[in-house]
């Protein structure tokens, strides 16, 4: 049985949205081309996204075992021990021996530095306040959801976890970085599509007064990982304005996709993975991606 598909039949229209898709549309129709419609990603984005979904992995099995009724210590030598099955991949450990200090940040993500930052986060947060919320019975930890909004559209993803915190509810959002956890990392989530779209699906899914998004970050750098929290909060208008342009930018994609031409925002290109690809001649362009990039399909629809 094939997957299905995030787009309407013999189309470019899609009408199944994750906060990723949209956010690269956001940032530039072209991107979101390349990415979306033509399933493109950089070579070697994948050690920083394993290295995510493992991280993920480990805190999922950590919160649900504290849940279930096991202990701190017992929930975090399970979760470790989960890494490390994880991360052993057809007989040798996944990135083994990668810290190197080459300025490439996917040389941390490494197998090393993984087990080091689920450990030093689970100590930090030992006695952590924010506690899983349940409903119906369910720990409401690593949800995937599909929320049909209306004029067609659905909106999928998942959310890591939400908690009760200072007796308020929250959608926890967990983050690894190789950037250092200043004021300037922290201005990204305040506005930012992830943090409105998580908010207003929490708020919808749970009928609940979901307040916004706790991020917690974990900084990997050579010998060390840091941790950092911040609160995202976002009032009742600001979800409201946040869903009414988001049917404008539904609106956007489905006109480039019937006239079948995605511009490009060259005032987004400065850290975009295509930047080598948009500043060469559109004739040489499709050879440049299939020998320095390579194919990875993103379906908000299948649950990962």
């Known amino acids: 049985m094939s997957n299905p598909s995030p787009f309407l039949p013999n189309s470019q229209i899609q009408w199944a949205w994750d906060s990723t898709s949209l956010g690269w549309f956001k940032e530039c129709p072209y991107k979101y081309y390349l990415h979306m ?4 990603r950089a070579k070697g984005e994948s ?7 493992f991280y993920h992995q480990a805190l999922e099995n950590y919160d649900r075992r504290l849940v279930e009724g096991m202990s701190h210590d017992d929930a975090v030598i399970d979760s470790v021990t989960l890494a490390m099955n994880l991360t052993w991949i057809n007989d040798k450990p996944w990135r083994l021996s990668k810290t190197l200090d080459t300025g490439d ?5 490494c197998r090393e530095n993984l087990i080091r930052s689920i450990v030093w986060y ?3 947060f030992k006695n952590d306040t924010a ?11 690593e949800r995937h959801f599909q929320l049909d909004i209306g004029k067609g559209y659905t909106l999928c993803g998942y959310l890591d976890r939400v908690v009760d915190f200072q007796e308020l509810p929250f959608v926890m959002d967990r983050k690894t970085t190789a950037q250092t956890l200043s ?24 009928k609940n007064p979901i307040k916004g998004v706790i991020v917690d970050a974990c900084q990997v750098a050579v010998g060390f990982s840091r941790f950092g929290r911040r609160i995202i909060s976002k009032s009742p208008d600001q979800i409201e ?9 539904f609106d956007r994609a489905k006109g480039y996709a019937e006239r079948g031409r995605w511009p490009m925002n060259d005032k987004s290109c400065m850290f975009c993975a295509f930047k080598k690809v948009c500043n060469k001649s559109p004739s040489v362009r ?12 993103w379906n908000p629809l299948i649950p990962r």
């Not at 050690?47 to 979904?53: K, N, R, T």
């Not at 899983?132 to 720990?139: A, D, N, S």
């Not at 201005?187 to 749970?206: E, L």
């Not at 499709?286 to 399909?297: A, H, K, M």
């Open 286 to 297: 499709r050879s440049f991606l299939e020998s320095n990039y390579e194919r990875s399909v």
């Open 131 to 141: 506690k899983t919320q349940v409903f119906e019975g369910v720990p409401l930890i």
């Open 241 to 249: 304005e946040w869903i009414g342009d988001t049917f404008d930018w």
């Open 105 to 109: 940040s996917a040389s941390l993500k």
């Open 37 to 40: 419609i033509e399933g493109w």
């Open 47 to 53: 050690a920083h996204l394993d290295f995510g979904i």
């Open 122 to 124: 689970l100590d930090k």
């Open 183 to 206: 004021d300037y990392y922290w201005s990204r989530f305040d506005p930012d599509n992830q943090m409105s779209f998580y908010t207003f699906a929490a708020q919808i899914i749970f």
